[in-house]
């Protein structure tokens, strides 16, 4: 069985199988633990501009409120009293550097810090305007005391607010997020511009917010995106209530590089995990490649072949019927009974054996033995069948054989000495009865003695091989051949020889009283073509 199996292990399968899944497992692993990784830098991510949002948030938020108040306040007239209440309510915000008060057409007429101006500053248009009415001038540059500072203008009705870039920038700088922008919302919905950009952060072509439509809303939401080409994977959420998002980006060579020790691990446990997974499948692969894995699919009527082997009448030299052998289909090749037969036995799956070649073998005959010239010798044909002896019952085989039965064809079971037991010999007589014909097969090797043979009647005792082989020596086993004629007599069955290999066993068999003999010398089994073809062969050269 051993070396079978090793045959039938196609090597290349269970190779095969334990590379892709070797493959499979070693991919998985990695593409598990890079989306850990990436989760991991998300979450940090994510954190990171939640703390922000919320910084931003209080901006707006000041920026609401002081607008609310200045315009309840309906101080919209440039005076210095009007500055000193200004500078009163400037001193109670946090983010709020300045307060103005503009006319119609944007021009700031004074602001706390620079006082009542002697002409009016016009401002250029608006980066945006929002839909609550805000009009922005982000990264705005004003003079201031000595320099210059970079800020951002919000203007609603006469009132104007300047929030500190500066202020801000040195909250986005240690807040790690890389870019801000701003939902213009009102003027042109849906177009985002950029509030700020982190000084590490250099693009040519910055990235518009994913979801625009979320800047509103009442809820922060978070969403990434991997841009293969620039090798980039952003993090962005919105502001909630604000129109505002931030962004993070993330480079994934730099995240390559700032994790190579677990991506290192990483790739040692997938080659490692691969290696075992794939060696495990290997394994498998071999094992269900093997024959006690595959038998019950090898029973399947679909790969039984049957053959025919002739059963000559040694006087005549007439073909006198034909003993019907199995063999499995493997894919190409051709398994033989003996290989599988305690397998099938083991396995309880003699009747669906069993059942599968009668059906086959005699649909076969049915079919090819009308187109024969030899059909009309059909009347005499014999055609001997295996049966396992636990099958050898004669409602289950009346059910099964009747059918198909073709006509003219006598249907002979053969039963082996070994499956010889008192219960069989009522089956054996129903199914004579019922014009069956029995045989007692593999004679000469069993255990039954003259009393059992007589107890079963059989029609025919076939010679087992092992005696036929031995007649040239003329050894102790074939000087058992006329005792084997005796008992035959004495029962009143004839006797069939297997194993006919030469002309010369065929005629001192014959000599001897045996009337049947089988065996390579007249034809080795053969498929149901090939054996009409002997048949016919046999049957013109008898005629002519
Ligand atoms: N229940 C079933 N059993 C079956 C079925 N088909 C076969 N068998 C049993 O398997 C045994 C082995 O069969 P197989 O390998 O086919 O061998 C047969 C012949 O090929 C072989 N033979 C015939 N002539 C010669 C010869 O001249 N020399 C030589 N060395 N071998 C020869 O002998 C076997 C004949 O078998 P049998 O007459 O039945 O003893 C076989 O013994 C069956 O029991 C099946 O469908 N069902």
């Not at 070797?22 to 991991?40: E, F, K, P, R």
């Not at 001038?137 to 500190?164: H, K, P, Q």
């Not at 094992?287 to 082997?309: F, G």
Request: aromatic fraction near 8%; hydrophobic fraction near 40%; glycine fraction near 8%.
């Amino acid at each position: 069985m051993a070396s079978l199996d090793k045959k039938l292990y196609r090597g290349w399968h269970a190779r095969a199988a334990g590379i892709v899944v070797g493959l499979g497992v070693a991919l998985l692993v990695s593409m598990l633990g890079t989306l850990g990784i990436l989760a991991n830098e998300r979450r940090q991510a994510v954190a990171v501009q939640a703390l922000t949002a919320d910084r931003l948030k209080q901006v707006v938020v000041e920026l609401n409120q002081a607008f609310s108040r200045l315009e309840q306040s309906r101080l919209e007239r440039c005076s210095e009293e009007t500055l000193t209440h200004l500078r009163g309510l400037l001193l109670q915000y946090r983010y709020l550097r300045d307060v103005g008060i503009v006319d119609a057409r944007d021009r700031i007429l004074c602001t706390t810090s620079g006082g009542l101006l002697s002409e009016p500053t016009p401002l250029p248009t608006p980066t945006n305007v929002t839909r609550t009415g805000f009009r922005n001038w982000l990264n705005y540059s004003v003079g201031f005391g000595e320099g210059r500072v970079v800020v951002s203008l919000t203007a609603r009705g006469n009132f104007m607010l300047m929030v500190d870039s500066h202020a801000n920038t040195e909250l986005m700088q240690h807040s790690g997020i890389d870019s801000i922008w701003m939902d213009s919302e009102g003027v042109s919905p849906g177009k985002a511009s950029p509030v700020w950009r982190a000084p590490r952060v250099q693009e040519t072509e910055p990235w518009a917010p994913l979801h625009s439509e979320l800047g509103f809303s009442s809820q922060q939401q978070f969403w990434s995106r991997i841009d293969w080409r620039r090798g980039v994977l952003a993090l962005e959420s919105n502001v909630p209530g604000t129109g505002y998002f931030i962004q993070n980006k993330i480079s994934l060579r730099e995240l390559f590089r700032n994790n190579s020790r677990i991506f290192s691990g990483l790739v040692l446990l997938a080659f490692l995990t691969g290696g075992l997974a794939g060696g495990l499948a290997h394994q498998r692969a071999r094992l269900l490649r093997t024959l006690p894995y595959r038998i019950a699919d090898l029973c399947r009527p679909e790969n039984i072949i049957c053959m025919y082997q002739p059963i000559m009448e040694l006087t005549t030299g007439r073909v006198a019927g034909c003993e019907v052998l199995m063999r499995l289909r493997d894919g190409g090749e051709v398994i033989y009974p003996d290989k599988v037969i305690p397998l099938i036995l083991e396995r309880s799956l003699g009747w669906q054996l069993d059942q599968a070649v009668s059906l086959r073998a005699l649909r076969e005959l049915a079919d090819a033995l009308p187109k024969n010239p030899v059909s009309t010798d059909a009347r005499l044909f014999k055609v001997a069948i295996n049966f396992f002896p636990e099958n050898i019952r004669f409602e289950k085989l009346t059910a099964l054989l009747t059918p198909i039965r073709p006509e003219g064809v006598s249907l002979n079971v053969e039963v082996t000495e070994y499956g010889m037991s008192d219960d069989l010999f009522e089956e054996v007589r129903c199914l004579r009865e019922a014009d069956y014909l029995i045989s007692v097969d593999d004679f000469g090797t069993g255990y039954s003695n003259l009393g059992t043979v007589k107890c079963l009647s059989p029609d025919f005792l076939k010679i087992d091989k092992s005696f036929v082989f031995d007649m040239e020596d003329d050894s102790l086993r074939s000087s058992l051949i006329p005792e084997i004629v005796a008992i035959a007599r004495a029962v009143n069955a004839e006797l069939i020889a297997e194993g006919v290999e030469n002309e010369q066993q065929a005629n001192r068999l014959r000599d001897m009283g045996v009337q049947y003999g089988q065996g390579y010398f007249f034809a080795r089994p053969l498929p149901i073509e090939e054996f009409m073809e002997f048949l016919a062969k046999a049957t013109s050269g008898k005629s002519a």
